[in-house]
């Protein structure tokens, strides 16, 4: 039985390639079934395929390589940046609204994202295979990442806690729409990560994550794009007592300007400019897509926390005085026995506090 099996095991097919220097590149192995070449005719078949494919340094491919290095690096950039970011709030705690700390959480969870990212490749070039473990912590910690980006993106695009505490109908609406989205676009990565390019579903699911990709992209413009319209309305009333908060509107108005241009810059340079440069790459520099995506994700974010950071000079934590204020004022300075005190507002994480300043 012995001789049988191993004489059947040598009469299947089997085959050796060995590339050289001089003929490095990507290769694909597919398969072609030509008994159902004819038209019409559809046979049923089965096979096993056991495929072993190394290069001297490892498992991984060419453009994969430098892809472990590549994350782990990142991972300490955005590590450092995180830290700066929480001193930073730990500076300016009187100025620290919540979305500041969902913003360091966004951050620290990148960072993680990108280790555990590392360490998955690292085995897969040491091993050939993936280690489940630390493979589900990346698929986590990458689903909680872009949940937390999206959210951030979409709550400072409405201006929540910088301009105004509460959501409109239509902006939880965007969130209803965004979260499952991201859910979905999660699933559609976590499939593709841990399918072969070959099988029938991976193909869909690419398309399902491209297409929500672009949607989720889309719709955290929408809030931006509301609350510029809205501080445009703001800031086109110039009455008694009120230009102050004019010229307050306008430093608000041309702060989400800039927000709108950086995010469509971010996602026009991620999703179209990277994957175009991706293409026309040799084959060696591909793992340059990665580098850049990462780089720019990280301007973006130190963008963004300068942008929104929290300071007394930023114009969404300046409190405009109304009319009953600037009437007290007058009011003080016209006063004889009151001369020399004025009012000052205090800006803290709540509603403006008054206290009285002896001159």
């Known amino acids: 039985i012995g001789f049988t099996l191993s004489r059947f095991l040598s009469l299947l097919p089997q085959f050796h390639m060995v590339i050289g220097s001089l003929a490095q590149g990507l290769y694909s192995l597919k398969f072609h079934n030509c ?162 390019e070959g099988s029938s579903d991976y193909y869909l699911w690419k398309e399902i994550l491209f297409l929500v990709d672009l949607i989720c992209c889309g719709a955290i413009l929408f809030p931006v794009v509301w609350s510029i319209r809205h501080l445009q309305e703001a800031s086109s009333t110039d009455g008694k007592g009120e230009r102050l908060i004019t010229a307050m509107n306008l430093e608000k108005l041309k702060l989400f300007r800039h927000y709108y241009v950086m995010i469509v810059c971010y996602i026009y340079f991620t999703r179209i400019i990277a994957i175009l440069l991706k293409v026309t790459m040799p084959f060696q520099w591909q793992w340059c897509y990665e580098f850049l995506v990462e780089v720019s994700t990280l ?37 004889g026995a009151l001369e020399g005190i004025s009012k000052v507002k205090k800006t803290s994480n709540g509603p403006g506090s008054c206290n009285w300043l002896a001159g």
């Open 35 to 196: 008994n159902n070449r004819l038209p019409g005719v559809k046979l049923p078949y089965s096979f096993t395929v056991e495929v072993t494919e190394k290069n001297p340094g490892g498992y991984l491919s060419a453009p994969e390589i430098p892809l472990s290095r590549l994350y782990i690096c990142m991972a300490g950039v955005f590590f450092v940046a995180a830290m700066v970011w929480v001193y930073t709030l730990l500076k300016h705690r009187y100025s620290v609204f919540k979305i500041h700390w969902l913003m360091s959480a966004l951050a620290f969870t990148k960072s993680m994202s990108l280790v555990f990212h590392s360490i998955n490749f690292h085995f897969i070039n040491t091993k050939g295979h993936t280690i489940e473990g630390w493979a589900v912590m990346y698929y986590i910690t990458h689903l909680l990442k872009g949940a937390l980006l999206f959210i951030t993106l979409a709550l400072i695009g409405t201006g929540w806690a910088f301009v105004k505490y509460i959501l409109s109908d239509k902006e939880k609406k965007i969130f209803m729409i965004v979260i499952p989205l991201q859910v979905l676009a999660n699933v559609a990565y976590i499939i593709i990560e841990s399918t072969e």
């Open 299 to 335: 301007i973006f974010f130190v963008m963004t926390g300068y942008k929104f950071r929290p300071a007394s000079n930023n114009p969404y934590l300046q409190l405009p005085q109304d009319e009953e204020d600037v009437e007290m004022d007058e009011v003080v300075t016209e006063s």
